[in-house]
């Protein structure tokens, strides 16, 4: 296996993605992992969280769809793309994409590619759990983006 | 036919539910079967709007023609990472 593809709502196994990702033929890992970050609302609320929903069965095909696209691209000897649902606490990792290649600039750009594609395709959902008030989901191209 | 619609993140809120079962006539598309959700929950009609549209997992256009069985997914503007 080649491509470790999963959606995860317990906590990301970064340590296992890590060794995973390692090959013979690798001279570069890039590991991006994204996280939650503190933010304060217009009225003054503290983040707290952020909750993660996913059409799982569809994300799973966009990720496999990412995979290959990234390897019709790139030189990749094995990636892993995980993704969190459920609550994400500050400071956790979301999203991870791990690739390997011959040469770390291949890795850099493919993993880059990866991330900057799954936002914009998966579909995938998060919400932002506040320390008073309503929860809101997030509109793509407000401040909590990226 | 019958097809199955699945709601998430503030479309499922709305709907107050994550499914729904849609009787249309043969030959319908994807513009009218999200007509046909507008009408069951009015209180989604807005957000309907402002979706991409997945028939059987993958993104779909709204003049897509739907089949008996067929799952359609509303997909509210996406923001994972």
Not at chain 1, 2 to 20: Q, R
Not at chain 1, 46 to 73: C, G, H, N, P, V
């Amino acid at each position: 296996m080649n491509d470790w593809l999963e959606i995860f709502s317990t906590p990301l196994p970064v340590t296992e993605a890590t060794a995973f990702i390692a090959a013979p033929g690798a001279g570069g890992i890039a590991l991006f992992l994204g996280t939650t970050r503190a933010d304060t609302s217009a009225t003054g609320q503290s983040l707290i969280a952020l909750d993660y929903e996913a059409y799982e069965e569809m994300a799973l095909k966009q990720f496999a769809s990412l995979a290959e696209r990234a390897r019709r691209t790139w030189p990749v000897i094995k990636l892993a793309i995980h993704h969190r649902t459920g609550r994400v606490a500050l400071a956790e990792p979301s999203v991870l994409i791990a690739v390997s290649t011959p040469h770390r600039a291949d890795a850099f750009d493919a993993c880059r590619w990866l991330i900057d594609t799954l936002k914009s395709e998966a579909p995938i959902w998060k919400k932002e759990i506040w320390s008073d008030g309503p929860a809101t989901w997030v509109e793509p191209g407000t401040k909590a983006e990226n | 036919m019958t097809i199955k619609a699945k709601f998430f993140a503030i479309a499922r809120e709305k709907a107050g539910t994550a499914d729904a079962t849609l009787h249309l006539p043969d030959g319908s598309t994807v513009a009218i079967a999200t007509a046909m959700i507008a009408r069951q929950f009015p209180q989604l009609a807005a957000t309907t709007t402002r979706c991409a549209f997945a028939v059987n997992q993958e993104y779909a256009a709204p003049d897509r023609t739907l089949k008996d069985g067929d799952e359609l997914a509303l997909i509210p503007a996406v923001s994972g990472g």
